[in-house]
Structure formats: structure tokens, C-alpha cells
């Protein structure tokens, strides 16, 4: 089987080698020439666990390429990107792979879109730009399988997962199932492609509600003087309540976006927006916390710790950092950065001494392991004040070397 897979992002590129590596001939298209000279020569543009042992075991039958090539399986896995204005998604990738496919899809092929699209996208958009080929779905095979890895995670949960799959008919559900169970080994589930479209929505949706919850009930518990971490422990002792971790904020390429492409031709909800609101708010929330701790303090220096939009990745799409950076050096403050799993960064990245060096207050955003260990007797800062917004760091040891910790809705005054 030979599988021509576009876009070789965070879902494309692991896909791309998982395909590979379990016996397909795989050519995986990017439009981006350095990433494919790099990927050629051995080098991966990321890291994720297992990432690199895959690749030693795919690279005899994957090759990356500018262009796709004749192939019986052809797979989107390019970026949806929110237009930030217009809160409206941005299908022009999806618009332009389907436009790169069309020409070389022949009768019998199998199209399968993984991208995250609003409902109906297969059937409005990405369905009639295949046709322009000449050939009719039905005449090919169409199916919508949404991706749903979590990074840091991403090949044990590509495998390990349940896959649901949107066939455009039971031929196509069939096909593309029994090319993803190569590698699959969870459930598979089959529907119709405007059902898996939403349901994929409907998954980070309601994640990032639950996690705007706990971000109010944060809020809430600190106008009660009350801490929220204990309190979600004890109503997590209810047998049907599961409450999240309030956060600094929601990134990442999925839950920070996807929910708009719920709503986005929707005239009357109200909850989906108002828990976008919320999450995107939390970066003010911390620079609030931040700012009652600093007052007083002469030409205040912040270091933040972890701007990664979650712990142990270095990924920063959408991290609550750019926007807590961003406010706090509007604000005046001087803000130092420390990330020991991310490499680029729009702002300047520093080791853990320099980055809390004369330093008057650290804010801990990303819950990364490493951040547990560190010894607050080696910082050598002006102000001892902590910010920890994941409840992370053993709070005793950092109040014995003389620190003020503030944690994000423990109900101090
Ligand atoms: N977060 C909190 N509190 C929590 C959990 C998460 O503040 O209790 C924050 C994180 O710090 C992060 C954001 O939410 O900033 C999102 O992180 P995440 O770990 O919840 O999810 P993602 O964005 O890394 O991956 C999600 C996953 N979706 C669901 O769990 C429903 C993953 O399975 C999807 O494949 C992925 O989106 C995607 O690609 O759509």
C-alpha cells in the first residue's frame, strides 16, 4: 500500500512514520523545503517520546517530498489556524491539499482528512475540490479521522486510542478502518463525516469548559478565602464528579481554537464562548496576583518559569506566557523567561539563575516535572515572591528559605 500523507506537523509526520514503520510505503508532503531536506537527512523537527526509534524504524519506507505523488491512500493532516480577528477557522491549508490531491486522484483511492474542520467541512468544501479531478466520490473512497493524541503522548495514544471514523459511505468507513488498524490496536468506531467532524469539536470542547470551571471556581474560592485545590480534592471524592485543574490559562493548537469551529455559524450559544472567555482571561488573573504582590516594589522584575502552554512539552502555540509576557511588560515590569524544554521562543529564553538573577517575583506557568526540584536556596533574587499557578512546588521548602508563595486560588487575602 502505498499512502501519500500532507502536512508533516505534530499528527502528520508521527502518522506518516507509524504508517511506515507497520509495512506502508509512505511519502510524506510538506510545504516546507527545509523541514523536507531535514527529514531526508534524518533530522526530526520536534521531540516526543518514542519519536526517534520510530523514525529509525520507518525510514526505509518513508521519504518526504514538496509534492504529493500517485499513491491508493491519500491523508490531510494539515494545520486549521483560527483566524484571530474573526474567531472564524482558516480552512485554506485543507483547501490547498485537497487542491494538490485532485490531480493525481485516480478511481478506487481512499481520501482521508484528519485535519480538525467545522461540521460539514468534508461534504461543502474538501469533497468538491476533489471532484474537480474528474472522478466522483463514491468513485473514490472519502472518510473524516480526526486525530485525537494528546502531546507528549502523541504515538502511544495514535496507537492506543479509540479512532472514530466518519465514512462518506459504509465502503469508505470500512477501507479507511482497516488501514488505520496496522497500527491501531484501540476501538474503532464508525459514522457518517459530519458526525466524527463534530464529535472531535465536541471533545476539546468540552475539555476546555471543564477547565474554564475550575478556573472560575479558582476565582470563586478565593472571594471566599477558600482553596480551591482542596476543595477540588473533597468534591472529587464524589463518585460522579470530576472536577479539572484550574491553570494559568488554556494553549495549545486544539483546545485554545477548536471550540470557534463549533460555534462559528452558531447565532445563539452562549456557554462554548463565555469558557473560551474565561480560559483566555486567566493570564490577566495571574498578572493580578503578580501585581498585589509587586506593589511597592521599584522597577519590578518578573521570571517566568515554563512557557510552554503545558508541563514536560515544548510546544508554546497559543501559551498563556505570550500573553501574560505581553501584559506584564505593558505593565512596566521586566520579564525574564525560562524554559528547559523549549527551543524557540519569541522572546529571549534563559537558564534558571540568569532568568532569577536581582529578579523580585517567579510565576511558575508551565507545570513541567523539573520545576518540582528546583532548590529555592539557589536563586539568588531581589524579592522572594512566588507565583505558582499549577500548585507545584512543595510550598514549605520555598516559605523556609524565606519566599512569600502565592498559589493560583488558594484563598489568601
Ligand atoms: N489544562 C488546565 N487544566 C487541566 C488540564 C489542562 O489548565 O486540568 C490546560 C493545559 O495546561 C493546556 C491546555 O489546558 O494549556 C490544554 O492541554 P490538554 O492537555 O488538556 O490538551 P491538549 O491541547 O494538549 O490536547 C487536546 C486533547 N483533547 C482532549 O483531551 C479532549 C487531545 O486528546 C487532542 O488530540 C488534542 O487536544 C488535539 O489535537 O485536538
Same mark, same amino acid.
Given at each position: 500500500?502505498?499512502?501519500?500523507?500532507?502536512?508533516? @506537523?505534530?499528527?502528520?509526520? &508521527?502518522?506518516?512514520?507509524?504508517?511506515?514503520?507497520?509495512?506502508?510505503?509512505?511519502?510524506?508532503?510538506?510545504?516546507?523545503?527545509?523541514?523536507?531536506?531535514?527529514? !531526508?537527512?534524518?533530522?526530526?523537527?520536534?521531540?516526543?517520546?518514542?519519536?526517534?526509534?520510530?523514525?529509525?524504524?520507518?525510514?526505509?519506507?518513508?521519504?518526504a517530498k514538496t509534492e504529493p505523488e500517485a499513491a491508493d491512500v491519500f491523508?490531510?493532516?494539515?494545520?486549521?489556524?483560527?483566524?484571530?480577528?474573526?474567531?472564524? =477557522?482558516?480552512? =485554506?491549508?485543507?483547501?490547498?491539499?485537497?487542491?494538490?490531491?485532485? &490531480?493525481?486522484?485516480?478511481?478506487? !483511492?481512499?481520501?482521508?482528512?484528519?485535519?480538525?474542520?467545522?461540521?460539514?467541512?468534508?461534504?461543502?468544501?474538501?469533497?468538491? $475540490?476533489?471532484?474537480?479531478?474528474?472522478?466522483?466520490?463514491?468513485?473514490?473512497?472519502?472518510?473524516?479521522?480526526?486525530?485525537?493524541?494528546?502531546?507528549?503522548?502523541?504515538?502511544?495514544?495514535?496507537?492506543?486510542?479509540?479512532?472514530?471514523?466518519?465514512?462518506?459511505?459504509?465502503?469508505?468507513?470500512?477501507?479507511?478502518?482497516?488501514?488505520?488498524?496496522?497500527?491501531?490496536?484501540?476501538?474503532?468506531?464508525?459514522?457518517?463525516?459530519?458526525?466524527?467532524?463534530?464529535?472531535?469539536?465536541?471533545?476539546?470542547?468540552?475539555?476546555?469548559?471543564?477547565?474554564?470551571?475550575?478556573?472560575?471556581?479558582?476565582?470563586?474560592?478565593?472571594?471566599?478565602?477558600?482553596?480551591?485545590?482542596?476543595?477540588?480534592?473533597?468534591?472529587?471524592? /464524589? &463518585?460522579?464528579?470530576?472536577?479539572? !485543574?484550574?491553570?494559568?490559562?488554556?494553549? @495549545?493548537?486544539?483546545?485554545?481554537?477548536? *471550540?470557534?469551529?463549533?460555534t462559528e455559524n452558531s447565532t445563539r450559544c452562549k456557554m462554548v464562548s463565555?469558557?473560551?472567555?474565561?480560559?483566555?482571561?486567566?493570564?490577566?488573573?495571574?498578572?493580578?496576583?503578580?501585581?498585589?504582590?509587586?506593589?511597592?516594589?521599584?522597577?519590578?522584575?518578573?521570571?517566568?518559569?515554563?512557557?510552554?502552554?503545558?508541563?514536560n512539552i515544548g510546544d508554546t502555540r497559543e501559551s498563556p506566557a505570550l500573553?501574560?509576557?505581553?501584559?506584564?511588560?505593558?505593565?512596566?515590569?521586566?520579564?525574564?523567561? /525560562?524554559?528547559?524544554?523549549?527551543?524557540?521562543?519569541?522572546?529571549?529564553?534563559?537558564?534558571?539563575?540568569?532568568?532569577?538573577?536581582? =529578579?523580585?517575583?517567579?510565576?511558575?506557568?508551565?507545570?513541567?516535572?523539573?520545576?518540582?526540584?528546583?532548590? *529555592?536556596?539557589?536563586?539568588?533574587?531581589?524579592?522572594?515572591?512566588?507565583?505558582?499557578?499549577?500548585?507545584?512546588?512543595? /510550598?514549605?521548602?520555598?516559605?523556609?528559605?524565606?519566599?512569600?508563595? $502565592?498559589?493560583? @486560588?488558594?484563598?489568601?487575602?
Amino acid at each position: 500500500m502505498r499512502i501519500c500523507i500532507l502536512g508533516l @506537523g505534530y499528527i502528520g509526520l &508521527p502518522t506518516a512514520l507509524l504508517f511506515a514503520a507497520h509495512g506502508a510505503d509512505v511519502v510524506g508532503v510538506d510545504v516546507k523545503q527545509n523541514l523536507v531536506d531535514c527529514l !531526508n537527512q534524518g533530522t526530526l523537527p520536534f521531540s516526543e517520546p518514542g519519536i526517534e526509534d520510530l523514525y529509525r524504524d520507518a525510514r526505509e519506507r518513508f521519504v518526504a517530498k514538496t509534492e504529493p505523488e500517485a499513491a491508493d491512500v491519500f491523508l490531510i493532516a494539515v494545520p486549521t489556524p483560527l483566524d484571530a480577528a474573526t474567531k472564524v =477557522s482558516n480552512l =485554506s491549508y485543507v483547501k490547498n491539499a485537497a487542491d494538490m490531491i485532485a &490531480p493525481r486522484l485516480a478511481g478506487g !483511492n481512499l481520501v482521508i482528512l484528519e485535519s480538525t474542520v467545522p461540521p460539514g467541512t468534508s461534504e461543502r468544501v474538501v469533497i468538491p $475540490r476533489l471532484e474537480k479531478s474528474g472522478v466522483v466520490v463514491g468513485d473514490f473512497q472519502y472518510a473524516h479521522c480526526p486525530e485525537r493524541a494528546i502531546p507528549g503522548r502523541t504515538l502511544q495514544e495514535m496507537t492506543t486510542n479509540t479512532r472514530i471514523i466518519g465514512g462518506y459511505d459504509r465502503d469508505s468507513a470500512e477501507r479507511a478502518a482497516s488501514i488505520y488498524r496496522t497500527f491501531v490496536t484501540g476501538q474503532i468506531y464508525r459514522t457518517d463525516t459530519r458526525t466524527a467532524e463534530f464529535v472531535k469539536l465536541m471533545e476539546n470542547t468540552s475539555r476546555d469548559v471543564s477547565i474554564a470551571l475550575a478556573n472560575e471556581f479558582a476565582q470563586l474560592a478565593e472571594e471566599c478565602g477558600i482553596n480551591v485545590w482542596k476543595a477540588i480534592t473533597l468534591a472529587n471524592k /464524589h &463518585p460522579r464528579v470530576s472536577i479539572l !485543574n484550574p491553570g494559568p490559562g488554556v494553549g @495549545g493548537h486544539c483546545i485554545a481554537i477548536d *471550540p470557534w469551529f463549533l460555534t462559528e455559524n452558531s447565532t445563539r450559544c452562549k456557554m462554548v464562548s463565555t469558557a473560551r472567555e474565561i480560559n483566555d482571561s486567566m493570564p490577566n488573573y495571574v498578572l493580578h496576583a503578580v501585581r498585589s504582590l509587586l506593589a511597592g516594589v521599584r522597577n519590578p522584575t518578573i521570571s517566568i518559569f515554563g512557557v510552554a502552554y503545558k508541563g514536560n512539552i515544548g510546544d508554546t502555540r497559543e501559551s498563556p506566557a505570550l500573553k501574560l509576557i505581553q501584559l506584564a511588560e505593558n505593565e512596566g515590569y521586566a520579564v525574564r523567561c /525560562h524554559d528547559p524544554h523549549v527551543g524557540e521562543f519569541p522572546y529571549p529564553l534563559m537558564n534558571a539563575k540568569d532568568a532569577t538573577v536581582g =529578579s523580585d517575583c517567579l510565576v511558575v506557568l508551565a507545570d513541567h516535572n523539573c520545576f518540582c526540584t528546583v532548590e *529555592p536556596a539557589d536563586l539568588q533574587m531581589r524579592t522572594k515572591f512566588v507565583v505558582d499557578t499549577r500548585n507545584i512546588l512543595d /510550598h514549605e521548602k520555598w516559605t523556609k528559605q524565606g519566599f512569600i508563595v $502565592r498559589v493560583l @486560588g488558594d484563598g489568601s487575602p
